[in-house]
């Protein structure tokens, strides 16, 4: 991102320091993740240590300094849908991808990623794809709805890495 | 909405919206929490629009999209005004025929009713719905009749009225007094007397107050506090402006997790008109009172929703929590004096303030008032939330308003207090639900997850599952936490591998000392609850895995073994054609067999079979 | 002055002082890993466990984050102690098998063979070093990242922290030493960090003696020095 749209996000806040947890959120949903320039930019304008900025980067499960998938999958692994078989999904998944947590596939396409209770209980073991959720996930329709995914973006020649 | 001055014209402008409003007029109601978004609630809406639209009736009927009604397991959910008709699972081709028939001609569509498990009675009222009828829905029943995003609609059902009470006929010490006398107890997990908080954090020395709502619900399978604040964030609202003013602050914060995006936005929208009419923001009702409230998103941390971890968040630093030495109340959110209050707490606040101590004493058993509002789930009918009267047993919960255990499942415990607490065996069941009885059987109340396991769920693995949730979380600062989780997880794992060995269980229950006698703060202290619990109600399970080599639920890998009953099999090779690595064979019309040795146990396979044909040993 | 008492002897302490400094000073033996006098006490490694009474209430705590208050009683050896501290031990061995000062507390303190799977860290994350850097130096170059297991000590993104002055101060004060500087004729080396400064050499004896990024620092932010201090070493000013 640019160093004026990093500006804005950062007047947003008043440039004050206990807002970095929220101006990193909005760093990264435009971004997709914490690119290094954008934060070593940030620790410049506000004067504030680059430790500081990664501690909290590194901390809070919701940022990725990594590139993330243009599909975001995340499995829920709260209690009720571990106790309808979450555990089973998500194994599934990690071998229909050929991935593991927090990491994305070769083809850029997917990254896997669990979290602690969507509270859509009723639903589980539930899987959300981007902003799209499938309920009552079996290991057996894992297959099935990737390459629902895999259709929507086709692979394009000659993509850089 | 115009500048809201003083009292007097807040009951101005409530009359003039009742006024405006007609009762008997028809409204389609559609429940729009998030689990319903999940049943695609917002195509259903939009179905309904259009329809009135084609037919002309969008001046004579209503269309209002409301927070979540609770019954999750059968959404999307329309319930249809005044007369309270109830149709669940409503899916995009039902709208017109509800339109046509039902509003226009009175008629009731019985397939969209909900028919009692048991009889198979068509029931047609919302309040007859045996999972609603046993329920007590003083906080979370407006949540039907509200749009969320309609300050409006809030008014309408009195919103604000206490908040006016409390500015012009009560001071402080007085409201506190109230609270203290109401009995009502944090609802969050630690079930700390509000009222005390209150005045120890008013009394307080400091310049400034802070208050604050912790909405950083973590517990897995809890989703209470999400669904209050996105269907009703008002409430939570008035019940901190209260709060504030008891104590004296000024400034007030709702720090909401992360992973909620729509309780984020309803509460915002809220704060927004709130402050469009003045009723936050400076001088509020003419009376002097100043106070106003901020929105933090979580990070993604489940040490976060620790008063001082979320503190420290706040400030923006990781959340690391710090020792309690000196009180939050004391010197909390910058050093200074502080409240936090979890979101059902500060909702149950103008509950009291409008129908009095009396009445809300009148609620609830000797130390726990008021209701309690649960999440319902796991291998339960009726999965949703639940809101009971403090007192109401665990068996009448599951059973009467639950719907009981799904299939031919038997029930066998059931977790409470999420990793924070304990399992609750199915001998425990008719203990009354409240703060201290689910304390003395080695549990908690905690922030209401309620999840139900029948004999298909391994007590072992619940524990694995806790431990392995809590080492993740765990901030990693003190050594007993961060080192005690890891390795109870390591031997959980070893003994759900069938590697366990004698002697195992005594260290677990040495290490679990540790860890709760020396470690920093909550989460560490109570990380060993899980196991402990197991352990007391389960031990014979957990032996079975250590000497015996055997998961008598059938759910650990690498104890079982998944074998296909050769009378039942139909030979329809969808086993087949789903199994990951290959282990079915079979011919056409042969029952088939599956490999034990290239199985994984994936699971796939069970699903799939519509014969109940895998067997599990 | 706070009068109270450390295991029945009476004692005194200052307003914000904690307890364990002012057993310290009063000779009492409180093993103790993530804390320095000259630092913010941090309560991470739990070891300096003591109980103290205040009241009718006795609780297991800290000592070294508990502020000294009036007529409070504090022991240092009960078998609630004892055994907290055993396991403490027992934890941190079983992370660190190989490293000397958790093994001298081990047999100081009779912990035998931990009874978990042993890891070969050298790190006991008590958060000295960048404490230090932060408190004392002021360079934060280092931090905490990531959190729970996976926790660790480093520099963002792991590799050569780009305000690091190579002073050595993280090196001084960690308790395990697995912090070491490399010196050659020419660069100095935080080795754990990997920050190598080329170092400037005195221009009276030649010899080097200090990293030019670390000379520069503190020319800039102390004031009122004559330009050519910063030319010379220690020795030789």
Known sequence: MGPQAIDRILKKYDYEHFAIIAMLQDLQDKENYLPEKDLEYISERLSMPLTRIYRIATFYNAFSLTPRGKHLINVCLG????????????????????????????????????????????????????????GQMTPARVESTIKKYRKKSPRKKDEKD | MKRINNPQALEEIREEIVGSRDPDKPCITICSGTGCHAFGCERVTEAFEA?????????????????????????PIVVINPQKIFYQRVTLKDTEEIVSETLRKNNIIDRLLYSHPQTGEKIVKEDDVPFYKGQMRIIFGNNGNIDPTSIEDYLAIGGY??????????????????????GLRGRGGGGFPAGVKWESCRNAPGDRHY???????????????????EGNPHSVLEGMMIGAYAIGSDEGYIYVRNEYPLAVNNVSIAIDQLRECGLLGENILGTGFNFDIKVNRGGGAFVCGESTALMASIEGQAGEPRAKHIHTVESGLWDKPTNLNNVETWANVPLIINKGVDWYTSIGTETSKGTKIFSLVGKVNNTGLVEAPMGMSIREIVYDIGGGIPGNGKLKAVQTGGPSGGCIPESLIDIPVDFDRLTEVGSMMGSGGMIVMDDTTCMVDIAKYFLNFLKDESCGKCTTCREGTRRMYEILDIITRGEGKEGDIELLEELSWVVSEVSLCALGQTAPNPVLSTIRYFRDEYNAHIKDKRCPAGVCKALITYSIDEEKCTACGKCKRVCPSDAVTGEKKVPHKIDPEKCIRCGACITECKFDAIEVA | MIKFTIDGYEVEGEKGQNVLQVALDNGFDIPHLCYHETLKPYGACRLCQVEVTKGNRTRLTTSCNYPVLEGISVQTDTERITRARKMVIELLLARCPDVPIVKDLAKEYSVGEPRFKLDNDDCILCGLCERVCREVVGVDAITFLGRGSNRKVGPPLEINPKTCIACGACVYICPTNCIKLEETESERTIVRWGRTLPMKKCTVCGRSFAPWFQLDYFSKIIEGIPADFWDKCVDCR
Do not use: W
Request: some cysteine; charged content about 30%.
């Open chain 1, 79 to 134: 209690t009720a849908c571990h106790v309808r078989g979450a555990a089973r999904v998500l194994d599934r998944l990690k071998m229909a991808l050929g991935i593991d947590v927090g990491e994305m596939t070769k083809d850029r396409l997917f990254s896997l990623e669990t979290v602690n209770c969507l509270g859509s209980c009723a639903l589980g073991p539930i899987v959300v794809i981007g902003n799209d959720y499938h």
């Open chain 2, 51 to 75: 329809e009135l639209k084609k037919q002309g009736l969008e001046e004579r009927i209503d269309i209002r999209t409301t927070g979540c009604h609770g019954f999750c397991e059968r959404g």
């Open chain 2, 161 to 182: 009225k206490a908040l006016s009470k409390v500015l012009t006929d009560l001071s402080p010490p007085e409201i506190i007094d109230m609270i203290k006398k109401s």
């Open chain 2, 211 to 229: 208050v604050i709502c912790n909405a950083d619900e973590g517990d897995p399978g809890a989703y209470m506090d999400r669904s209050l604040l």
